[in-house]
């Protein structure tokens, strides 16, 4: 998952794209609107953390913009200022969520991870395709029941398929997501991992949980056990 | 004259006085002057009298006689008012007037010939007279010569009459003129008064927040003060404005080290650093409480809604309604909301919208799956409730709750300080907060607020 951070304040910044990269997330930083909504548009992003008060373009207007361009990715606001309005007209522009500063680091975590999978399609934090069930709460993997270990990258790539159960991905998406853009990107990296996903899920080789697409990528093809309704 | 409020009764009250002193003046002046003419005039007559009198002696033989036939009718007719008498040097009286009825004339003391004068008499039986004296030396044909004197009374009663009945018309005009002119004035003063009536109204409509500004031509002497009062209203405005933005550059410049410390200790945590970093990240939480407190106080006005609309309740709790389903959204509250389509606050919509956030909130944040919201106005005040179907709140929690910063449940994440704000915000607008029991099952939170003074 690739995460786009507007912050201007260096220390926070830092710390904070520290941590969500510790939790598997792939982080853009980003230190003033002009530059955030950059970022925005150019590169491929699947939730924003946008900071209200920036220099330079206010994250209100940087808002704006991104749903004025059609980018329907999450946004969570982060503010400084408490008060009722701000919450309401952040909301109101489009964004998602917002966590009032000085914020818990795990309550953020909560919060992005939730509209993440919303944004998936899923109302619950347990993600369910076919025998195959996720929580990503306490990114417990089990099939038909029995627990499963997976390495962390292996998690992260499970969880990016299932988020988007039924939807084709690309190499190059898969990619974006779980990597930062200094890593050197080799597509057979991601072949090797989903064959090693595949083996995991289904060592038996019955239900075939992942698709390959010919020239076009994968998808989980295994339905979705527990539907949105939202 | 502190005491006459009214711009229209000071008018009235001194034009009055002025009246007043001014008919006085011209009552006396004009009364003299009439009593003067009236004297002069019987002066005229009396002097008139006497001549006639002297024309109708008859000297013959010697003898001073009148005969009645020269004589003026006055003279002849009984209490006419008009009193004749003819009296030689030794005292005795030649003659006197029928009109006297056989009563001596009241005077009987001689002019000295060639002398004349006026005398008041005012003597029992008789009306107020006055009368003329003039004596002189009557010459007989014969030689002889005799001193005389011959006087004439007149009664002063039909001239006192005149004199009153004067009098009672000049009060009558005067007192028409006084009442006359105030209907004028009053009715002027309504006119000229207009446009300060508009002014006040105007000023009242911008206090009730029905108006922003004041419009409208204003005469030169009052357009200065109009146009101080929109100048003063605008300031205050911007002045707020200016205040709430230096609150929120404060509460980012405060709340984003804070925010920053708390993520840079969440990120290095190891074993044996933990007791600190807890125990800092405890004095970090409650420094962002007191900042977030004091900061959210310090928004709330309480101003005088002075040149705002009064503000809509509805659209500020669906806007809330949308924001907190989106945040709350997992756990599917239903949200029912019954605000009166005229349920208006006469105040700050910042601070309508804080009460309004906090209250939600609450209700969202403590309820099982309900929330239910109303509101509706009364002339005076805006009552607005929200109850859920929560665990509700027991009367010693309801104590504590509105104690800044403490939570009801501390289980719950989020902001204890809210209701505080919101016990705050009520105070400010002289309205009241009570818990009660909602239909829901939970508790309920019952704002009523009185629309805002002026300044």
């Known amino acids: ?230 | 004259m502190a005491l006459v409020r009214s711009l229209r009764a000071r008018v009235v009250l001194w034009v009055s006085v002025a009246l007043v002193v001014l008919f006085a003046a011209t009552g006396v002046v004009l009364d003299v002057a009439f009593r003067n003419s009236l004297d002069e005039a019987r002066r005229e007559l009396l002097k008139v009298q006497v001549l006639g009198l002297i024309g109708a002696v008859d000297d013959a033989g010697g003898q001073l006689s009148v005969p009645t036939g020269n004589l003026d009718p006055q003279l002849q007719v009984a209490n006419s008012g008009t009193y004749g008498a003819l009296y030689t040097d030794d005292g005795g009286a030649v003659w006197q007037s029928l009109s006297l009825l056989g009563r001596d004339f009241p005077i009987d003391y001689l002019a000295v010939a060639g002398d004349e004068r006026f005398e008041r008499l005012d003597v029992p039986g008789f009306p107020p007279l006055e009368a003329f004296l003039k004596g002189l030396t009557w010459e007989f044909s014969s030689g002889r010569a005799t001193d005389v004197t011959f006087a004439i009374a007149l009664s002063l009663e039909p001239y006192n009459e005149r004199q009153a009945a004067f009098r009672r018309i000049l009060i009558g005009w005067f007192l028409g003129i006084t009442l006359t002119m105030l209907v004028v004035l009053s009715g002027l003063l309504t006119f000229v008064l207009l446009p300060l009536k508009r002014l006040e109204r105007q000023v009242r409509e911008v206090e009730a927040g029905e108006r922003v500004k004041l419009t409208g031509r204003y005469p030169s002497e009052i357009i200065g003060l109009a146009d101080n009062l929109n100048t003063l209203i605008d300031t205050e405005r911007r002045r707020l404005s200016r205040y709430r933005n230096t609150l929120d550059d404060l509460a980012h410049s405060l709340k984003t080290p804070l925010a920053a410390m708390r993520t840079l200790l969440a990120e290095q945590r190891t074993k044996a650093a933990e007791p600190a970093q807890d125990a800092l990240n405890r004095e970090l939480e409650r420094m962002d409480q007191r900042v977030s407190y004091q900061l959210r106080r310090a928004r709330a006005t309480g101003a005088s809604g002075l040149g705002t609309e009064p503000v809509a309740v509805a659209p500020i709790v669906d806007d809330l309604k949308q924001t907190l389903d989106k945040v709350y959204r997992d756990k599917r509250v239903r949200c029912s909301v019954e605000v009166a389509p005229n349920a208006v606050f006469r105040g700050d919509p910042g601070d309508l919208t804080e009460v309004l956030g906090n209250l939600m909130d609450n209700g969202y944040k403590y309820c099982k799956a309900r929330v239910r919201v109303t509101a509706h106005s009364t002339p005076e005040r805006l009552v607005i409730t929200v109850g859920d179907d929560g665990r509700g709140i027991t009367a010693d929690e309801a104590a504590t709750l509105f104690q800044r910063g403490k939570r009801a449940d501390e289980s719950v994440p989020g902001q204890g300080i809210g209701l505080a704000v919101v016990r705050e915000t009520v105070d400010l607008y002289r309205g009241t907060l009570d818990v009660g029991r909602s239909e829901l099952g939970g508790a309920e939170l019952r704002v009523e607020l009185a629309r805002a003074g002026l300044l």
């Open chain 1, 1 to 230: 998952m690739r995460l786009l951070l507007v912050e201007d304040d260096p220390n926070l910044s830092r710390s904070l794209a520290a941590q969500l990269e510790q939790a598997g997330y792939s982080v853009e930083k980003s230190t003033d609107g002009r530059e955030g909504l950059y970022y925005a548009r150019e590169y491929p992003v699947d939730l924003a953390i946008v900071d209200l008060g920036l220099p330079s373009m206010s994250g209100v207007e940087l808002i704006k913009q991104l749903r004025a361009d059609g980018k329907e990715y999450p946004i969570l606001v982060l503010t400084a200022r408490d008060r009722w309005q701000d919450k309401v007209e952040a909301l109101k522009l489009g964004a998602d969520d917002y966590v009032v500063k000085p914020f818990n680091v795990e309550e953020l975590l909560a919060r992005v991870d939730a509209l993440l999978r919303r944004a998936g399609g899923w109302a619950q934090s347990e993600l369910v395709c076919g025998p195959i069930t996720l929580d990503t709460r306490t990114q417990e993997v089990k099939v038909n029941a029995a627990k499963l270990e997976l390495t962390s990258f292996e998690y992260k790539l499970l969880e990016y398929l299932m988020l988007h159960a039924g939807e084709v991905l690309s190499k190059t998406q898969i990619t974006e997501a779980l990597y930062s853009e200094d890593f050197e990107r080799d597509s057979n990296v991601i072949e090797v991992f989903i064959g090693r996903l595949r083996r995991k899920l289904d060592p038996e080789n019955s239900y075939k949980p992942i698709e390959t697409l010919r020239g076009r990528g994968y998808r989980l093809a295994a339905e979705r056990g527990a539907p949105d309704s939202d």
